[in-house]
């Protein structure tokens, strides 16, 4: 158990409809990381938080959004999904070090039908 | 364009056989590690390499950090197929903010 909690674990959606997938970071960590995860594309990087701001940004579609709360739990939104958003969607979270490490959870399976 | 780039991208072989995994960037990373992926399941950290050419074991596994701290390569001796998974290398680039980057992966598939 990495200690970071997502939920939920699966979810089947329609085209063209809006969800949002949670995430509870490791007690004590300040940054959350969100990655999705396809069979062609591996593990790619979509955004960052640290304590409630934005810190780094990948290849987070306009139609992809994320904010982290003041209790540091992390929401990512998906909007106007398309099939190609089917995916497996991670959230991970790190202490602050100079080393990074990343915690990951169990992840989200998203189905767009 | 991947910034790591992983090979052999599938790997299946004979329990006791031994392998190696490589990680490859023309980058420069503060730190490298390596995580261990099981179906259903989010990354898990085996080993992080910080310093140019170093050389970390965990049990059957070696791990070591190129000298230029661009590449790395993992080691399996005598695999067992509880070594069955997804190898992943990332690394701490820290050109694009501390941006965390992964691999392209490697499958392994360990048959008894």
């Known amino acids: 158990d990495s200690g970071v909690t997502q939920t939920p674990k699966h979810l089947i959606t329609a085209t063209g409809q809006r969800v949002t997938l949670r995430c509870s970071p490791r007690?004590?960590?300040?940054?959350v990381y969100w990655y999705q995860q396809s069979l062609d594309q591996g593990l790619q990087f979509l955004i960052q938080y640290y304590n409630g701001e934005e810190r780094a940004k990948g290849n987070i579609l306009e139609r992809f959004s994320a904010q982290q709360f003041p209790d540091l739990h992390s929401e990512l939104n998906l909007s106007s999904l398309e099939l190609g958003d089917s995916a497996l969607y991670f959230c991970a979270s790190s202490a602050t070090s100079s080393l990074l490490v990343l915690f990951f959870g169990q992840g989200t399976r998203l189905t767009v039908v | 364009t991947q910034l790591l780039e992983q090979s052999p991208q599938f790997l299946s072989i004979q329990e006791g056989e031994n392998l190696t995994v490589y990680c490859n960037s023309s980058?420069?990373?503060?730190?490298l590690q390596w995580y261990r992926q099981e179906p259903g399941e989010g990354p898990v950290l085996l080993v992080t390499v910080v310093t140019g050419g170093e050389v970390k074991k965990l049990k059957r596994l070696t791990f070591q950090f190129g000298d230029a701290r661009k590449d790395s390569s993992l080691h399996i001796t005598a695999a067992q197929p509880g070594d069955t998974g997804l190898y992943l290398c990332?690394?701490?680039?820290?050109?694009?903010?501390?941006?965390?980057?992964f691999g392209t992966g490697t499958s392994l598939t360990v048959i008894p």
């Open positions: 007690s004590g960590d300040l940054s």
């Open positions: 980058s420069v990373f503060s730190s």
């Open positions: 990332a690394g701490d680039h820290r050109d694009t903010g501390n941006q965390f980057y």
